[in-house]
């Protein structure tokens, strides 16, 4: 008899630390999910990361650029300068970036909107390396091939 209420004991025992442990665990998981919440929905926006405002639109005189098999593109690009820029683009790197970016290509990879797409998002993202984020935007204002 002596063993079965030292067994019985001994059960009781377990049956509050498993309970405990379920608590620990619920605890540990609101607060997950709470600093989760606060991460993604509560914390405040950093002020460096405020998206930039529209300035200036400088247009580059369009270039010829050699295309594969002997045929051209004739390009005209447009920067998009934020408000931040105190004088006019200068246009001589971006000339440099989009003739390093389409010259030598072909005129059916330049003819799929796709490609097309995916070459402009490349020379956005190079000009605004280069230009230290004072061009936020480029658009095409001639796009010929012959």
């Given at each position: 008899?002596?063993?079965?209420?030292a067994?019985?004991?001994?059960?009781?025992?377990?049956?509050?630390?498993?309970?405990?442990?379920?608590?620990?665990?619920?605890?540990?998981?609101?607060?997950?999910?709470?600093?989760?919440?606060?991460?993604?929905?509560?914390?405040?926006?950093?002020?460096?990361?405020?998206?930039?405002?529209?300035?200036?639109?400088?247009?580059?005189?369009?270039?010829?650029?050699?295309?594969?098999?002997?045929?051209?593109?004739?390009?005209?690009?447009?920067?998009?300068?934020?408000?931040?820029?105190?004088?006019?683009i200068?246009?001589?790197?971006?000339?440099?970036?989009?003739?390093?970016?389409?010259?030598?290509?072909?005129?059916?990879?330049?003819?799929?909107?796709?490609?097309?797409?995916?070459?402009?998002?490349?020379?956005?993202?190079?000009?605004?390396?280069?230009?230290?984020?004072?061009?936020m935007?480029?658009?095409?204002?001639?796009?010929?091939?012959?």
């Amino acid at each position: 008899m002596a063993t079965k209420r030292a067994k019985a004991k001994s059960e009781g025992d377990d049956a509050p630390k498993g309970g405990k442990k379920k608590l620990v665990i619920i605890v540990v998981g609101l607060l997950a999910v709470g600093a989760a919440a606060y991460f993604f929905v509560l914390k405040p926006k950093p002020e460096g990361k405020e998206k930039p405002v529209a300035g200036e639109v400088v247009a580059l005189e369009p270039r010829q650029l050699n295309l594969e098999g002997g045929h051209y593109l004739k390009l005209g690009l447009a920067l998009q300068g934020t408000d931040s820029v105190a004088h006019g683009i200068e246009g001589s790197k971006a000339l440099d970036a989009a003739i390093e970016l389409f010259s030598g290509r072909s005129i059916e990879e330049l003819s799929n909107p796709q490609e097309l797409h995916h070459l402009k998002k490349e020379l956005k993202k190079e000009l605004e390396h280069l230009y230290h984020g004072d061009v936020m935007d480029v658009y095409f204002t001639d796009f010929v091939t012959q």
